[in-house]
């Protein structure tokens, strides 16, 4: 069972067009997160929510959209996609009070490719 | 702002030799945790080692272990009798309780046969 999944794992798309990447963890967790990996491999968060509620938003461009519809998804929409915007795309979740340990359960990645 | 190093872009070892990747962080806070995350070519993002700030005594995983010194604010992992499995990219992040993971910019470590 995977814990933390994303869809789609690929996607390569042309300038200009609207995407988005799913997430969904199993895990029971209350928080999920969006984090990009850039060309060189550097990890930054975007998002956070915690319960469906908003609690960190990075300097994103506002093309940049998430949305969780409960608070075992996390979705991120991406409108009129810029060749920058290539990167790995990660969905994390992590569990919060008693059963914090700190740590971040990752999803594979989704690698989008702009054209 | 909360930063994490990583002064080793890359790193080498000899397969069944030990190794240790370097870092160093910057907050203000006494109570966080610290990671090292492991990234394979599959591109998955592996927990190999935690440690709480309030723990003296440093964490241990089977061949992974951390020097954790939080005066310096040095956190240095250290992986005894390599084997080729362990080359990958490693991170070392910083969380504060509640907060973000921040990461360092990673260190490739190769494992030669």
């Known amino acids: 069972d995977t814990a933390v999944s994303q869809t789609p794992k690929y996607l390569v798309t042309q300038m200009g067009n609207d995407k988005s990447i799913k997430c969904e963890q199993n895990?029971?967790?209350?928080?999920m997160y969006w984090y990009k990996q850039d060309s060189k491999k550097f990890l930054k968060i975007m998002f956070s929510?915690?319960?469906?509620?908003?609690?960190i938003n990075e300097t994103v461009p506002n093309r940049f959209s998430p949305k969780s519809p409960d608070k075992a998804h996390l979705n991120l929409h991406i409108n009129s996609l810029e060749l920058g915007d290539s990167a790995v795309y990660f969905c994390?979740?992590?569990?919060?009070?008693?059963?914090?340990?700190?740590?971040?359960?990752f999803g594979e990645g989704s690698r989008l490719t702009v054209l | 702002a909360q930063t994490v190093t990583q002064s080793q872009p890359e790193m080498s070892v000899q397969e069944a030799e030990t190794v240790t990747l370097s870092c160093t962080y910057d907050?203000?806070?006494?109570?966080?945790?610290l990671f090292w995350y492991k990234q394979p070519p599959s591109r998955q993002m592996i927990l190999v080692i935690r440690?709480?700030?309030?723990?003296?005594q440093n964490a241990t995983e089977n061949r992974f272990s951390v020097n954790f010194q939080k005066a310096a604010k040095s956190f240095s992992l250290k992986i005894s009798d390599s084997q080729l499995g362990d080359a990958a990219m490693y991170f070392c992040?910083?969380?504060?309780?509640?907060?973000?993971?921040?990461f360092g910019a990673g260190t490739i470590l190769r494992v030669k046969s």
């Open positions: 929510y915690n319960n469906k509620e908003l609690i």
């Open positions: 994390a979740s992590s569990p919060e009070g008693t059963l914090n340990t700190g740590e971040l359960f």
């Open positions: 440690q709480e700030a309030y723990k003296q």
């Open positions: 992040a910083y969380r504060q309780y509640g907060n973000k993971l921040v």
């Open positions: 907050t203000s806070e006494s109570d966080y945790y």
């Open positions: 895990l029971g967790h209350d928080t």
